[in-house]
Nanobody, 121 residues
Framework: VQLQASGGGLVQAGGSLRLSCAAS????????MGWFRQFPGQERELVAA???????YYTNSVKGRFTISRDNAKNTVYLQMNGLKPEDTAVYFC????????????????WGQGTQVTVSS
């Protein structure tokens, strides 16, 4: 069971990035999926989540700028990030959940390797 995040990089403020989270060793279809970010010295923060029925959740700071989506056929979850700000700079991770409380970070597990997003001002 492995989740691999990719697509991070260095971008100027106002720019865009699309992150991908590819699953291997299992199928994403029955899982709720979440994108998290971690600032230095802080715990991971749930940024966006998508249920197995494609309902979505966003933390307030990214609403209207980020879009989470899933392609079960490709076994991949995406995070489209537009209007990036320097405060979005962090390591981004994806994880999965089977809990009905899929909007809550504590119910996610199987963290993949993160991808660094750096937004310059």
């Amino acid at each position: 069971v492995q989740l691999q995040a990719s697509g991070g990089g260095l971008v100027q403020a106002g720019g865009s990035l699309r992150l991908s989270c590819a699953a291997s060793g299992f199928t994403l279809r029955p899982y709720h999926m979440g994108w998290f970010r971690q600032f230095p010295g802080q715990e991971r923060e749930l940024v966006a989540a998508i249920s197995r029925s494609a309902a979505t959740y966003y933390t307030n700071s990214v609403k209207g700028r980020f879009t989470i989506s899933r392609d079960n056929a490709k076994n991949t979850v995406y995070l489209q990030m537009n209007g990036l700000k320097p405060e979005d700079t962090a390591v981004y991770f994806c994880a999965k959940s089977q809990n009905v409380q899929w909007r809550m970070a504590v119910y996610y597990n199987d963290w993949g390797q993160g991808t660094q997003v750096t937004v310059s001002s």
